[in-house]
């Protein structure tokens, strides 16, 4: 493996979000700023508990784990979609890299965005003194494992996209709703039988759900479940991801 290849690429690929800092970084924290104050401290105060915590210590964790994707995914998507539409794509496929390498570099950039911008969610959480953490060990690895699957899936986009309103279709139309539809604001129990069952098909809601139990040792659906489906998308996002960049989709010609 051409580790300083690799490591450059790495450095390339965070220095260009670091580049734009206010866009990539600063944006979701007052996004998830508001988030906190407006739905957690104000709306929350006049919310009685859920499951025996407050409000805010509720929603924070789906709160968290929405920035997260939305980096995660971000990140990737943009880059190679960008790299692709201004040609920049052709240093990328010339450069002494294999194809693993140049997919760990855009993933491990993408995971190092997302768990910045949870890290600076995090600590905007303090403030209002509804930052918890139950399980350090289970929050890393739900929080890297998220990042995982959405800079994979950010990749197939980027791959995939030909406009700026297709690199941003999945992210308004299924990651927001289904993200919103996953238990951030409400618990499960507060819906209907028949729309509890539908919430389980969603696997938006065992990742905001497992990462609730890290916090604040809640949890509300199967934890084993959800580990099992984010190996499962780990896995199939990256072996398709890999087997496109290996055919050359999308890349040359």
Do not use: C
């Given at each position: ?24 970084l ?16 104000v709306?929350?105060q006049r ?30 998507s ?36 997302g768990l ?35 800079s ?45 069952l ?11 759900d ?17 580990a ?26």
């Open positions: 493996m051409n580790l300083i290849g690799l490591q450059t690429f790495i450095q390339r690929e965070i220095q260009r979000f670091l580049r734009v800092a206010i866009q990539t600063v944006s979701p924290w007052i996004s998830a700023l508001l988030y906190i104050f407006i739905f957690g401290y709306v929350g919310i009685d508990l859920i499951a025996g915590v407050t409000y805010i210590d509720f929603v924070l964790p789906g709160i968290l784990m929405l920035n997260l994707i939305n980096s995660a995914f971000g990140q990737t943009s880059s190679l979609y960008f790299q692709r539409f201004a040609r920049h794509i052709e240093e990328v496929l010339v450069a002494p890299l294999s194809y693993l390498e140049m997919i760990l570099g855009y993933v491990i950039a993408g995971v190092v965005r910045v911008v949870g890290f600076g969610v995090f600590m905007i959480a303090v403030v209002f003194s509804a930052a918890n953490m139950e399980h350090v060990g289970l929050f890393l690895l739900y929080s890297i494992g998220v990042s995982l699957i959405f994979f899936l950010g990749l197939l986009i980027g791959l995939w996209a030909d406009s700026f309103e297709q690199l941003t279709i999945l992210n308004t139309f299924i990651i927001t709703p289904l993200t919103f539809l996953g238990g951030v604001f409400n618990s499960i129990h507060m819906l209907p039988e028949k729309a509890q539908i919430m389980k098909l969603n696997p938006f809601f065992y990742f905001v497992g990462l609730r139990y890290s916090m604040i040792g809640l949890h509300e659906g199967s934890l084993f479940v959800g099992v489906i984010m190996v499962i998308l780990v896995l199939a996002f990256g072996g398709l991801t890999w087997y496109l960049f290996s055919t050359g989709w999308r890349l040359r010609g």
